[in-house]
């Protein structure tokens, strides 16, 4: 790296050489200086060399009456002193690292701080006292007042070398959306910075302060048709909801300004101006004169004013309405109700309740506030039934009415709910009891507005319809037999189906069918045992399977009675077996041997005693054949003829004997003669055989 000597102004040779090189250097630098400064303070530097920022700003410049006079006449303060001027010059490099790295908003100068900051000096550098003011028609502006107050010009034409009168060209490179218009400080809104109607505001916003008698003060958006009762409302919830979010987005910019500040890197005051798109260091060379706004930190910004409150205070709505405009939410919730009986013509002028039929209280009161969908083509006297029906008048007491509306009502109109006429109002169908008690049950306060507020077993209503106590208590079960038989027609106005008893009592009966129809299989299964401990005597079977001549089921089955093959018994011993005192029911009590029912058919003691049948000597029965005192007939009430067949024939077949008797009587003699000594005379043979032969011979056989 070459270093730099001063050996050569010592040197009295070099010297003179050396002080005038030094000399044409500074020269040279000072000249390219100030040809710089003097490039970058002309019109043409702004317009072309930023034009990446300045395009929309340009435009406005080049359309206003001030586009003739220099950029530098308002953005620099006035008289400046050269250092002033260098440091802004220095601090404009500032400008240049955001423009080219993109690192900029639009539009410039966002909420016009340049205005707000710029001292009235700048604009009476050329505007002199004697120039006479030509205010627009129908305005009164006292400029002397404002001077007094030190209200500078800009505060009030801060867009007069820039009016934004067309399209924003540029686009933000951050956002990518479209650069909005600056404020105008020049419209009314503007001036209510300031002004108000209020005792509190800074200045009076009396209409007659600004504009002179005859001027039409009434914007036209009021004389529209629809404006007033509805129009207006929705224009001034507008604007309310409107400055609610303005506010509320500067509150969150405010926040989190710092924090944005500190991730990039800038000082605090650098960031905001460099944000709001205003030129580096305006504020300082302003203050540096002495003349900083008072006012530019103390005025809410222009989007923050709200449009109506420019020609009425807050008591205009309140004085109007007769209450707090708009609604706080607490008037929404609980005190309306009560100001609504004294003031319902107030409520009348914007909701036209009366008109209505008391359609907006209804929309709200029996629709969106309920689980209710309320249709407001129908008059709610017409549809209230089914919501009250599906939900109850819970939320109509606790919010509005009391009980005695309801029932003044009702008196009244004498109206009997739809419900009440429905087929199954009093009861359902066999398996279940009436709608009403459904109802009851579920919403028992609805009830009581007709019926009384009583217990049902207090209730006359109640009591006059049912008789008996109900609901029926715990007690009821035990003695609800002797009401069932004494006054049944008490039972019946509700349990009209006689198989409540069997469902409940009958086990196995809960699905509604006649018990009849299913107590064969139950008693088949578990026998009559529980029936008669619990309700029925043992003659109460036999009475009714006499009168109503039922047999049961089993007794229809092949074999009930005797056999119907050699290999199987009768079935009706096995069951008297199994449940002697189901058999006991219809045919008595005792053994079968005792028993009159069995003697009557079997003839013969049951079951027979040991030896009846001996093989060897025919036992019992084969004496009683011989004696005559057993015949055939009586053993066939339960044996067929195979079963004898096996026994005194040695043969086990299926089919009758007499089929294959010819194979012993061909063996032997013996074997014929066996059969005359053991059963049959000499003639039972001739007899059948005799018969089959003329069977035979007259071709019947």
Not at 49 to 73: E, L, P
Not at 378 to 392: L, Y
Request: net charge negative; aromatic share 6%.
């Amino acid at each position: 790296m070459p270093k730099i000597s001063l050996t050569g102004f010592k040197d009295p040779v070099r010297r003179p050489r050396y002080i005038i090189w030094t000399g044409v250097a500074v020269l040279m630098l000072a000249a390219v200086v100030i040809v710089a400064l003097g490039v970058t303070s002309t019109y043409w530097f702004c317009a072309n060399g930023c034009h990446k920022v300045q395009d929309d700003t340009i435009t406005a410049y080049d359309a206003s009456s001030h586009s003739q006079i220099s950029c530098m006449a308002c953005h620099m303060p006035v008289n400046a002193d050269p250092i002033t001027f260098l440091l802004h010059k220095a601090e404009a490099l500032g400008e240049l690292y955001l423009t080219v790295t993109d690192n900029f908003e639009l539009p410039l100068n966002a909420h016009s701080y340049v205005a707000m900051e710029m001292p009235e000096k700048q604009c009476t550098q050329c505007h002199s006292s004697n120039r006479e003011i030509t205010p627009g028609p129908g305005i009164i502006i006292d400029h002397e007042i404002h001077h007094e107050e030190e209200v500078s010009c800009t505060m009030c034409h801060n867009r007069v070398a820039h009016p934004e009168d067309f399209e924003m060209a540029l686009t933000d490179p951050k956002t990518g959306e479209k650069s909005h218009k600056h404020a105008n400080f020049m419209d009314m809104e503007a001036c209510f910075r300031c002004h108000g109607l209020e005792k509190d505001a800074v200045a009076p916003g009396a209409c007659g302060k600004c504009h002179p008698k005859g001027f039409k003060l009434k914007p036209a958006s009021h004389d529209a048709a629809a404006f007033y009762p509805n129009g207006h409302a929705e224009m001034a919830l507008k604007e309310i909801e409107r400055v609610d979010e303005v506010k509320a987005e500067s509150k969150e910019g405010t926040e989190s300004k710092e924090g944005t500040e500190s991730k990039e890197g800038t000082e605090s005051k650098e960031g905001t101006e460099s944000k709001d798109g205003a030129s580096l260091g305006i504020e300082e060379a302003y203050a540096s004169g002495g003349e900083a706004n008072k006012w530019s930190e103390s005025l809410p910004a222009v989007e923050e004013v709200n449009y109506c409150s420019t020609c009425h205070a807050k008591s205009f709505c309140s004085n109007c309405h007769g209450m707090e405009m708009p609604h706080p939410e607490e008037f929404k919730t609980e005190s309306h109700p009560d100001l609504v009986k004294t003031k319902v013509d107030k409520c009348d002028m914007c909701h036209s309740v009366k008109k209505t039929r008391f359609l907006f209280c209804n929309d709200c009161h029996h629709g969106s506030a309920s689980n209710w969908k309320y249709d407001s083509k129908i008059a709610w006297q017409t549809q209230h039934a089914a919501t009250v029906t599906k939900n109850g008048i819970a939320g109509c007491l606790d919010k509005c009415h009391q009980k005695k509306y309801c029932q003044d009502c009702h008196t009244k109109l004498n109206p009997v709910p739809g419900s009440h006429k429905a087929a199954d109002w009093l009861r359902k169908s066999a398996e279940a009891l009436g709608v009403h008690a459904d109802q009851f049950k579920g919403q028992p306060e609805s009830c009581e507005i007709c019926h009384g507020g009583d217990a049902p077993n207090k209730n006359k209503f109640c009591i006059a319809c049912h008789v008996l106590e109900m609901p029926h208590p715990q007690t009821f079960k035990k003695f609800h037999s002797k009401t069932g038989k004494e006054r049944p027609a008490v039972c019946a106005t509700c349990h009209a189906f006689k198989e409540l008893c069997s469902d409940c009592h009958h086990k196995g009966a809960v699905d509604g069918r006649p018990w009849q129809g299913v107590h064969g299989g139950v008693v088949a299964k578990d026998g009559a045992t529980g029936c008669l401990e619990a309700c029925h005597k043992a003659d109460f079977c036999v009475t009714c399977h006499t009168a109503q001549k039922v047999v049961p089921a089993s007794h229809k089955q092949a074999g009930w009675t005797k056999r119907v093959s050699l290999g199987t018994k009768a079935l009706h011993p096995a069951t008297w077996e199994k449940a002697k005192d189901s058999c006991t029911y219809c045919h008595g009590v005792g053994e079968p041997s005792k028993n009159a029912f069995c003697n009557k058919c079997h003839q013969l003691p049951m079951p027979h005693p040991d030896g009846y049948g001996e093989k060897e000597d025919g036992g019992a029965h084969a004496e009683g054949f011989s004696k005559k005192t057993l015949n055939r007939n009586a053993c066939v009430n339960c044996h067929i003829q195979a079963f004898c067949d096996g026994c005194h024939h040695d043969y086990t077949g299926a089919e009758r004997w007499v089929t294959f008797h010819d194979a012993p009587a061909k063996k032997s003699d013996e074997a014929v003669e066996a059969c005359l000594d053991k059963c049959h005379g000499e003639v039972y043979c001739s007899n059948c055989h005799v018969r089959r032969a003329a069977e035979i011979l007259s071709g019947t056989r």
